[in-house]
C-alpha cells in the first residue's frame, strides 16, 4: 500500500465541509474526516486582501488516491481556487495504518462513486462562464440589494462567480406596494444592469441556473415556485416563503418529490453575531432570547401579521434557539407586539415587534455561561453569500424543519391573538396546515370586464358567493384563485375582483404587460 497522508480542505460552511468528508469516506478515498471550525483565513484574492470565516475537512487517506481526490474535490467544491493540501504522515501506529489502508483500498471505481455522491451544478458550467440567476418578482426592495450585490466590481468569491441574466415581474394587483414597484424595478434591471425580462417563468427557466424568487407578497409563492421546482432549477426564496403555513408544507413537499434543492431565509438569519450565537456558543447552551425588530403590518398582503415584516425577528429567534418551539403567546398593541415562545425544556424566547419607536434589530442571549448582547443586522451581503453557496452546492444552509416551525411560529401569533392573547399549541398549527385541503380555482377576466370561473361564465356580484360556497363544501379548506386578466384590462376592474375574493387567496395573478 502508498504511504498515508493528511488531506486539508477549507470551506466556506460547515455544512460543505460535511458534505465534502462524507462523500469522499463513503467513496473509499480517504478514511475518515474530522471538521473543525470556524478558523479566520486571511488572504488575497484578486489583489485585494480578504478575511473570512471557514471550515476545515481533515482527511486521512492514501498519496495514491491524492490525484483522484483532487480531481473530485475540485469539481464540486464551492471556490474556484480551493485548498486542498496533503502532508505526509512520517509514523503512524502499525493498526492505524492497517485500519486505514482497509478503509481506503480501491479498484478504481473511486472516481466515479465520489463524482457521483457529489451535487455537480458548478462543475457543470462551461470554464469562465457565470452562473445565471433569474429573478421572479420585481416586486422587492431586496431585488435591488441582490443584484447590487452581485454586480458589484469589487465582489469576491463565491459572489462573483454568479450575474443576474434574467427576470419575470410578476406582481400582486391588490397589493399597492407590489404592484407600485414592479414596473420600475424591471425597467431599471433591463435599462440598466442588461438583464433581459421574460413574460412568463416558464420562458425564462431555459436560459437560467438558478432562480430567486423574490416577490415581496408571500401569497403567489407557491404558484410561481412550482414551475421552477417542476424543472429542478435551484431556487431560492424571499421573505416570508408563502402566504401561509400550509403553502411552506406544500413548497418543501414539491421540491422534495422532485428533488430540487431549495431554501428560504431572511437576511438576518446571517449576521455574524446570531451567527456566532448559534454555532460557538460563547455564552454557553442558549437558554433564551429576547430579540426587537421592526415589525410594520400590512393588511393588503391578506397573511398571517408577522409574515409580511416580522418574519425577520422571528428568523433571529429561531436562528439562536433552534427547533423545539412547542406554544406561543401574543399581546399586540397599536405600538408593536410582544410574542412569547415556550420551548423543550422550559426555555422561554420572546420577540418584540416594533411600531413605535426606533426601529432597529438586535438580541439579548441568556446562557448557562453568561448573558449578552448578540449583535444587530449586518446587511445582505452574508445573505447573498449564502445563497451562492447554496447555488454552488445544491445544500441549504439549514434545515427545512426550522423553517417550517418559525411559519407555525408566526401563524400561531394570529392565533393567539385571535383567543385574547392565550398560549396555543405549535404542534396544533401544524397539524392544520398539514391536513388543510385547497380548492384551486382559475378566474379568467377579460378586458371587457367579463369573467369566467373555471370556463363558465360568473357575474361579479355572485363571486364572492359562489367561493365561499365552494369553501363550505370541504372542512378545513381554503379556496386558492389564480387569476389571469387579458392585455388592457383596466386596472379598477381587476381590483374590483380581488375586492370579491370574499374568504378565497388571490394565490397568483396572470396578466399581460402593455
Not at 61 to 66: D, H, I, N, T
Not at 181 to 206: H, S
Not at 360 to 369: C, P
Not at 488 to 501: R, S, Y
Request: hydrophobic share 40%; charged share 20%.
Amino acid at each position: 500500500m502508498s504511504p498515508l497522508i493528511e488531506v486539508h480542505i477549507t470551506t466556506a460552511t460547515e455544512e460543505e465541509a460535511v458534505r465534502l468528508g462524507e462523500a469522499l469516506v463513503d467513496a473509499q478515498l480517504a478514511a475518515c474526516a474530522q471538521i473543525s471550525g470556524p478558523i479566520r483565513s486571511i488572504y488575497v484574492w484578486e489583489g485585494k486582501k480578504e478575511s473570512a470565516q471557514e471550515w476545515v475537512c481533515c482527511l486521512k487517506s492514501r498519496e495514491s488516491l491524492f490525484p483522484e481526490l483532487v480531481e473530485t474535490v475540485r469539481k464540486n467544491h464551492s471556490y474556484q481556487c480551493p485548498q486542498i493540501v496533503a502532508v505526509a504522515i512520517q509514523d503512524a501506529n502499525g493498526d492505524y495504518r492497517q485500519w486505514v489502508d482497509a478503509q481506503t483500498r480501491g479498484d478504481g471505481m473511486h472516481r466515479l462513486v465520489a463524482c457521483s455522491l457529489l451535487p455537480l451544478v458548478a462543475a457543470s458550467l462551461p470554464a469562465g462562464e457565470p452562473f445565471r440567476l433569474g429573478i421572479v418578482g420585481t416586486t422587492s426592495l431586496h431585488v435591488v440589494e441582490f443584484v447590487q450585490c452581485i454586480h458589484a466590481s469589487d465582489v469576491s468569491e463565491p459572489i462573483s462567480r454568479f450575474r443576474v441574466t434574467a427576470a419575470y415581474p410578476g406582481g400582486m394587483p391588490d397589493n399597492p406596494i407590489s404592484w407600485g414597484r414592479v414596473n420600475k424595478i424591471a425597467e431599471d434591471l433591463e435599462k440598466e444592469q442588461g438583464v433581459k425580462l421574460y413574460p412568463t417563468i416558464e420562458a425564462m427557466l431555459p436560459e437560467v441556473d438558478g432562480v430567486l424568487l423574490l416577490s415581496v407578497d408571500g401569497r403567489p409563492h407557491l404558484e410561481q415556485a412550482k414551475p421552477v421546482i417542476a424543472a429542478g432549477k435551484p431556487l431560492y426564496v424571499n421573505k416570508p416563503m408563502a402566504g401561509s403555513l400550509a403553502d411552506v408544507f406544500e413548497i418543501f413537499r414539491l421540491a422534495e418529490e422532485n428533488k430540487t434543492p431549495i431554501f428560504s431565509s431572511s437576511a438576518l438569519r446571517f449576521s455574524a453575531g446570531y451567527q456566532k450565537m448559534r454555532n460557538e456558543k460563547p455564552l454557553g447552551e442558549i437558554l433564551g432570547c429576547n430579540v426587537w425588530a421592526p415589525c410594520i403590518l400590512n393588511p393588503d398582503a391578506r397573511q398571517p401579521d408577522l409574515f409580511w415584516y416580522g418574519v425577520h425577528g422571528s428568523e433571529i429567534l429561531f436562528t439562536m434557539m433552534g427547533l423545539g418551539c412547542q406554544t406561543v403567546s401574543r399581546t399586540q398593541t397599536e405600538g408593536g407586539e410582544f410574542v412569547v415562545g415556550v420551548w423543550d425544556g422550559g426555555r422561554i424566547g420572546a420577540f418584540r415587534g416594533i411600531r413605535s419607536g426606533k426601529p432597529d434589530y438586535g438580541a439579548i442571549v441568556f446562557g448557562t455561561e453568561g448573558n449578552g448582547d448578540a449583535g444587530g443586522f449586518d446587511g445582505y451581503k452574508p445573505l447573498v453569500k449564502a445563497t451562492c453557496e447554496f447555488f454552488l452546492t445544491n445544500r441549504p444552509p439549514f434545515d427545512s424543519a426550522e423553517t417550517i416551525e418559525i411559519f407555525a411560529f408566526m401563524e400561531a401569533a394570529d392565533w393567539s391573538k385571535a383567543r385574547g392573547g392565550l398560549p396555543v399549541s405549535i404542534a396544533e398549527v401544524i397539524e392544520k396546515a398539514k391536513t388543510e385541503t385547497a380548492i384551486p380555482v382559475n378566474l379568467h377576466l377579460s378586458s371587457s370586464g367579463a369573467l369566467q370561473l373555471d370556463g363558465k361564465a360568473v357575474e361579479l356580484v355572485r363571486l364572492k358567493e359562489t367561493l365561499d360556497a365552494l369553501a363550505a363544501e370541504t372542512p378545513n379548506s381554503r379556496v386558492k384563485v389564480i387569476l389571469h386578466a387579458d392585455k388592457n384590462t383596466p386596472h379598477e376592474t381587476v381590483l374590483a375582483v380581488c375586492n370579491n375574493l370574499g374568504k378565497a387567496i388571490l394565490a397568483n395573478f396572470l396578466y399581460e404587460n402593455k
